[in-house]
C-alpha cells in the first residue's frame, strides 16, 4: 500500500525515488498491462483499425522526437516532416539499393537522418525562437527539393520502393504481424526518452529550455544541448520514416510538405508540450481526427448542416480548418495539452471528495 | 548568352521583387509593432484576392469600386484576427504565437478552398491594352500597374510614419511599449491598427498578384518567401523589408536564367531564395538593416 500510491505532498526522500521511471508500483503495473493488452490488438480490432493504431505508433514515435526539440528543450522546429521523409527514403535505400536487411536498416535510417538533423541544428546552436523557425522552415523547401532532385536516393518522380520487414530470413506480412515490429519500437522509443529525460542530458536540456543563462552558469554547454536535441527530433523522425517505408513499401514525397510538419506540431501541442505520454495522446487525437470527422459527416449525410455546408465533397478542407482550429484552442485555453487534462482528472478522483 | 531573356527575367524580378517588397513591409510592421512573426502573411494576400475577385465575378461590382470595399474589409478583417486571435496571446512564449499563426495560415488557406473551390480562377481584365512597348522592350501593362501601385504604397506607408500622428504612435510604441503608453498611446488600438494596416496593403498586393496570375491558394507562397526577405533586410528594418524583397526578386529571377541556360537542374528559382536565407541568418542574422540586438548564444 504504501508503494503505491503517492501521498497528498510530494515527499521524494532519496535520489532514487526522485528520478524512477514509473512513479508508483501501480503506473507501472499499468503500463505493463497497457502493453500486453495493445498486444491483443490484431486479435480484437480489423484490418482498419490495425491500420490506424499502426500510423498512431508510427507518428507517434515521429511525435515524440519533435517533443523533445520543442517541448523539453524549447526549441521550434518547421521542417520535421522532412526529416521524417529522410528516414523513409534513407531506410528504402539502405534496404533495396545496399541490400541490408530492414531489421538493420531502420535503426540506420534512424542514425543516418539524425546527422543530417545535426547539421540543419547548427544554426540552432547559435538562433532561437524565431530565427530558428524561419531556418527549419528553410530546411523544410531544402531538403523537399533534394528528394525531387536526388533520383539517385528518392528516386525522383518515382517512388521509392522499400523490402518487407523480415526477421531471421521469415518475412513478415500484413498489417497483424507488422503491427508488433510498430509495438517494439514505440516501447523501446517511449522508454528511451523516459530515461532520457531523467539522466544528466535530459535534465540538461530542460534547464536550456527553462533559462538558458543559468543553465550556462551551471556548466552546461548550449551549443552541444541545443543541436544534441535536434539531432535526437531527427533520430527519431529518421525511425517513424524509416517504419512508414516498410509498412507502406513505396515512399514518395508527395504529402510531406509543411502541412505535415504543422500536423506534427500539432501533436506535440493538442499532446502536450514535455509529456512523453501526452505525446501519445496528441498523435492519437490528430490521427483520429478524421475518422471522427468522416463518421459525424456520415450521421449527418443528408440532414439540412449537410446540405448548407456540402460536408462531404469539403472533408479534406473541413479537416484541415478543425486542425487548425483545435491547435489554437489548445494554445489559447490549455496550453500544457491532453497530458495536463489527463492529471487533472486522475487527481479529482484520486482526492475526491477532498479536492482542496 | 541571352540578353534578351535575361533583360525580360530581370524587369520581371523588378516588378515581382517590389511585390515582395510590399508583403515584407506589412510583416515587418506587424512584428515591429507588436512582436508577432506573421506566419498567415501569404493568407491576407489570399483572403484579399478572393474578396475582390468575388465581388467582380459573383456580384459585377466594377473594379473602382470592389478595391475600395476590399481593402475596407481587409481593414476590418484585420482588426478582427488580432483581437480574437493574438489578443490573448500576449506576454505567451514565442513559440505559442508563432503556432498561432501557423495554426491560422491553416485555417485561412482551407477555408478559402472550401469556399472558393481549389480551381485557379483568372481575374477579369481591367485594362484594354495587353502591353505596352518601353525602350524597346515589350512589357505588359499589368506589370506596369503593378509596380506603379507597389511604389505608391511604399510612399503611402512612408507618408505614414513619417508625418501622421498614428504613424508616430507606431513607431513610439516599437520603440518602448511602456513608454508609449504613458505618453498617452493607446498600445492596444495601435496593435489592432497595425494588423489592419498590414492586411490591407497585402491585400491590395493579393490583388495586383491576382490581376497578373489569376487567384489560387498559390498566392499564399508570398508570404513563404517573405521570410528571405525580411531576414535579408533585417527583421526589423521597413526599408531593409522593401531592399530585400527587391534583392530576392531579382535573385530568383537571376537564379531562373542560370538554372535554364546553363545548369538545367530545373527548380533552383523556387529554393534559391532559401539557401540565400539559411546563409545570411548563419553569417549576419540581423540582416543588412536590422538593430544587432540579437543574443548569440
Same mark, same amino acid.
Given at each position: 500500500?504504501?508503494?503505491?500510491?503517492?501521498?497528498?505532498?510530494? !515527499?521524494?526522500?532519496?535520489?532514487?525515488?526522485?528520478?524512477?521511471?514509473?512513479?508508483?508500483?501501480?503506473?507501472?503495473?499499468?503500463?505493463?498491462?497497457?502493453?500486453?493488452?495493445?498486444?491483443?490488438?490484431?486479435?480484437?480490432?480489423?484490418?482498419?483499425?490495425?491500420?490506424?493504431?499502426?500510423?498512431?505508433?508510427?507518428?507517434?514515435?515521429?511525435?515524440?522526437?519533435?517533443?523533445?526539440?520543442?517541448?523539453?528543450?524549447?526549441?521550434?522546429?518547421?521542417?520535421?516532416?522532412?526529416?521524417?521523409?529522410?528516414?523513409?527514403?534513407?531506410?528504402?535505400?539502405?534496404?533495396?539499393?545496399?541490400?541490408?536487411?530492414?531489421? /538493420?536498416?531502420?535503426?540506420?535510417?534512424?542514425?543516418?537522418?539524425?546527422?543530417?538533423?545535426?547539421?540543419?541544428?547548427?544554426?540552432?546552436?547559435?538562433?532561437?525562437?524565431?530565427?530558428?523557425?524561419?531556418?527549419?522552415?528553410?530546411?523544410?523547401?531544402?531538403?523537399?527539393?533534394?528528394?525531387?532532385?536526388?533520383?539517385?536516393?528518392?528516386?525522383?518522380?518515382?517512388?521509392?520502393?522499400?523490402?518487407?520487414?523480415?526477421? /531471421?530470413?521469415?518475412?513478415?506480412?500484413?498489417?497483424?504481424?507488422?503491427?508488433?515490429?510498430?509495438?517494439?519500437?514505440?516501447?523501446?522509443?517511449?522508454?528511451?526518452?523516459?530515461?532520457?529525460?531523467?539522466?544528466?542530458?535530459?535534465?540538461?536540456?530542460?534547464?536550456?529550455?527553462?533559462?538558458?543563462?543559468?543553465?550556462?552558469?551551471?556548466?552546461?554547454?548550449?551549443?552541444?544541448?541545443?543541436?544534441?536535441?535536434?539531432?535526437?527530433?531527427?533520430?527519431?523522425?529518421?525511425?517513424?520514416?524509416?517504419?512508414?517505408?516498410?509498412?507502406?513499401?513505396?515512399?514518395?514525397?508527395?504529402?510531406?510538405?509543411?502541412?505535415?510538419?504543422?500536423?506534427?506540431?500539432?501533436?506535440?501541442?493538442?499532446?502536450?508540450?514535455?509529456?512523453?505520454?501526452?505525446?501519445?495522446?496528441?498523435?492519437?487525437?490528430?490521427?483520429?481526427?478524421?475518422?471522427?470527422?468522416?463518421?459525424?459527416?456520415?450521421?449527418?449525410?443528408?440532414?439540412?448542416?449537410?446540405?448548407?455546408?456540402?460536408?462531404?465533397?469539403?472533408?479534406?478542407?473541413?479537416?484541415?480548418?478543425?486542425?487548425?482550429?483545435?491547435?489554437?484552442?489548445?494554445?489559447?485555453?490549455?496550453?500544457?495539452?491532453?497530458?495536463?487534462?489527463?492529471?487533472?482528472?486522475?487527481?479529482?478522483?484520486?482526492?475526491?471528495?477532498?479536492?482542496? | 548568352?541571352?540578353?534578351?531573356?535575361?533583360?525580360?527575367?530581370?524587369?520581371?524580378?523588378?516588378?515581382?521583387?517590389?511585390?515582395?517588397?510590399?508583403?515584407?513591409?506589412?510583416?515587418?510592421?506587424?512584428?515591429?509593432?507588436?512582436?508577432?512573426?506573421?506566419?498567415?502573411?501569404?493568407?491576407?494576400?489570399?483572403?484579399?484576392?478572393?474578396?475582390?475577385?468575388?465581388?467582380?465575378?459573383?456580384?459585377?461590382?466594377?473594379?473602382?469600386?470592389?478595391?475600395?470595399?476590399?481593402?475596407?474589409?481587409?481593414?476590418?478583417?484585420?482588426?478582427?484576427?488580432?483581437?480574437?486571435?493574438?489578443?490573448?496571446?500576449?506576454?505567451?512564449?514565442?513559440?505559442?504565437?508563432?503556432?498561432?499563426?501557423?495554426?491560422?495560415?491553416?485555417?485561412?488557406?482551407?477555408?478559402?478552398?472550401?469556399?472558393?473551390?481549389?480551381?485557379?480562377?483568372? /481575374?477579369?481584365?481591367?485594362?484594354?491594352?495587353?502591353?505596352?512597348?518601353?525602350?524597346?522592350?515589350?512589357?505588359?501593362?499589368?506589370?506596369?500597374?503593378?509596380?506603379?501601385?507597389?511604389?505608391?504604397?511604399?510612399?503611402?506607408?512612408?507618408?505614414? !510614419?513619417?508625418?501622421?500622428?498614428?504613424?508616430?504612435?507606431?513607431?513610439?510604441?516599437?520603440?518602448?511599449?511602456?513608454?508609449?503608453?504613458?505618453?498617452?498611446?493607446?498600445?492596444?488600438?495601435?496593435?489592432?491598427?497595425?494588423?489592419?494596416?498590414?492586411?490591407?496593403?497585402?491585400?491590395?498586393?493579393?490583388?495586383?498578384?491576382?490581376?497578373?496570375?489569376?487567384?489560387?491558394?498559390?498566392?499564399?507562397?508570398?508570404?513563404?518567401?517573405?521570410?528571405?526577405?525580411?531576414?535579408?533586410?533585417?527583421?526589423?528594418?521597413?526599408?531593409?523589408?522593401?531592399?530585400?524583397?527587391?534583392?530576392?526578386?531579382?535573385?530568383?529571377?537571376?537564379?531562373?536564367?542560370?538554372?535554364?541556360?546553363?545548369?538545367?537542374?530545373?527548380?533552383?528559382?523556387?529554393?534559391?531564395?532559401?539557401?540565400?536565407?539559411?546563409?545570411?541568418?548563419?553569417?549576419?542574422?540581423?540582416?543588412?538593416?536590422?538593430?544587432?540586438?540579437?543574443?548569440?548564444?
Amino acid at each position: 500500500m504504501a508503494n503505491s500510491m503517492i501521498p497528498a505532498g510530494d !515527499f521524494r526522500t532519496s535520489y532514487a525515488a526522485d528520478t524512477t521511471i514509473f512513479p508508483t508500483v501501480t503506473s507501472r503495473n499499468f503500463a505493463i498491462a497497457g502493453v500486453l493488452l495493445t498486444c491483443a490488438a490484431p486479435f480484437l480490432f480489423n484490418e482498419y483499425w490495425l491500420s490506424l493504431l499502426i500510423q498512431i505508433g508510427i507518428y507517434g514515435i515521429a511525435a515524440l522526437g519533435l517533443n523533445v526539440l520543442v517541448g523539453f528543450t524549447g526549441q521550434i522546429s518547421i521542417g520535421h516532416a522532412a526529416f521524417f521523409l529522410f528516414g523513409a527514403f534513407s531506410s528504402a535505400y539502405l534496404s533495396t539499393k545496399i541490400g541490408i536487411p530492414a531489421f /538493420f536498416a531502420i535503426p540506420l535510417a534512424g542514425l543516418v537522418t539524425a546527422v543530417v538533423g545535426l547539421v540543419f541544428g547548427l544554426p540552432a546552436a547559435r538562433l532561437k525562437g524565431l530565427y530558428l523557425a524561419i531556418a527549419t522552415l528553410a530546411a523544410q523547401y531544402i531538403l523537399l527539393d533534394f528528394f525531387a532532385r536526388a533520383e539517385w536516393f528518392s528516386g525522383g518522380s518515382v517512388p521509392a520502393m522499400a523490402e518487407p520487414f523480415s526477421i /531471421f530470413g521469415y518475412a513478415l506480412q500484413g498489417d497483424r504481424q507488422f503491427f508488433y515490429v510498430v509495438l517494439a519500437y514505440v516501447v523501446v522509443c517511449f522508454l528511451l526518452v523516459t530515461n532520457m529525460m531523467r539522466s544528466r542530458d535530459g535534465r540538461a536540456l530542460v534547464a536550456v529550455r527553462d533559462h538558458y543563462l543559468s543553465a550556462e552558469i551551471m556548466g552546461i554547454n548550449l551549443t552541444k544541448y541545443r543541436t544534441l536535441s535536434f539531432g535526437i527530433a531527427a533520430f527519431f523522425a529518421g525511425i517513424g520514416g524509416a517504419l512508414y517505408a516498410h509498412y507502406q513499401l513505396v515512399v514518395s514525397y508527395e504529402g510531406f510538405g509543411i502541412e505535415r510538419s504543422i500536423l506534427f506540431l500539432a501533436m506535440v501541442i493538442i499532446g502536450g508540450l514535455g509529456s512523453v505520454m501526452g505525446t501519445l495522446m496528441g498523435t492519437a487525437f490528430v490521427v483520429l481526427l478524421p475518422e471522427a470527422m468522416e463518421w459525424i459527416t456520415a450521421i449527418l449525410a443528408g440532414g439540412p448542416i449537410d446540405h448548407a455546408l456540402g460536408l462531404k465533397t469539403n472533408i479534406t478542407f473541413l479537416r484541415e480548418i478543425a486542425i487548425g482550429t483545435i491547435i489554437i484552442v489548445f494554445l489559447v485555453f490549455e496550453p500544457d495539452g491532453l497530458a495536463h487534462r489527463w492529471h487533472q482528472i486522475k487527481a479529482y478522483w484520486k482526492l475526491y471528495p477532498f479536492s482542496h | 548568352m541571352n540578353t534578351q531573356l535575361l533583360i525580360q527575367l530581370l524587369v520581371n524580378g523588378l516588378v515581382v521583387g517590389t511585390l515582395y517588397g510590399v508583403v515584407a513591409m506589412s510583416f515587418v510592421l506587424i512584428y515591429k509593432a507588436t512582436q508577432v512573426v506573421n506566419f498567415a502573411q501569404g493568407e491576407l494576400l489570399l483572403v484579399g484576392a478572393w474578396v475582390c475577385w468575388a465581388l467582380m465575378v459573383k456580384y459585377q461590382v466594377p473594379f473602382y469600386a470592389a478595391m475600395p470595399i476590399t481593402m475596407i474589409f481587409m481593414f476590418v478583417f484585420g482588426i478582427l484576427i488580432q483581437m480574437v486571435f493574438l489578443r490573448p496571446m500576449i506576454g505567451e512564449p514565442i513559440i505559442s504565437v508563432i503556432m498561432v499563426t501557423i495554426a491560422l495560415s491553416t485555417v485561412l488557406q482551407a477555408a478559402m478552398k472550401w469556399i472558393f473551390g481549389v480551381n485557379p480562377q483568372p /481575374f477579369p481584365p481591367i485594362f484594354t491594352s495587353q502591353s505596352v512597348s518601353l525602350l524597346g522592350l515589350q512589357i505588359q501593362t499589368v506589370y506596369v500597374m503593378s509596380l506603379i501601385v507597389s511604389l505608391a504604397m511604399m510612399a503611402a506607408m512612408a507618408w505614414f !510614419f513619417q508625418k501622421s500622428k498614428h504613424g508616430l504612435a507606431m513607431r513610439a510604441t516599437a520603440f518602448d511599449q511602456q513608454v508609449a503608453q504613458s505618453l498617452g498611446i493607446s498600445v492596444k488600438n495601435v496593435f489592432a491598427m497595425s494588423w489592419a494596416i498590414s492586411a490591407t496593403v497585402s491585400a491590395v498586393a493579393g490583388v495586383v498578384v491576382a490581376v497578373v496570375n489569376g487567384v489560387s491558394s498559390g498566392l499564399s507562397v508570398y508570404g513563404i518567401k517573405v521570410f528571405p526577405a525580411v531576414i535579408l533586410g533585417g527583421l526589423d528594418s521597413i526599408a531593409g523589408a522593401v531592399l530585400g524583397g527587391i534583392i530576392i526578386g531579382l535573385l530568383e529571377n537571376f537564379a531562373q536564367f542560370v538554372d535554364g541556360q546553363y545548369l538545367h537542374w530545373g527548380n533552383l528559382y523556387e529554393v534559391a531564395p532559401f539557401y540565400v536565407l539559411i546563409i545570411i541568418l548563419m553569417i549576419k542574422p540581423y540582416g543588412l538593416f536590422g538593430t544587432k540586438d540579437i543574443e548569440r548564444v
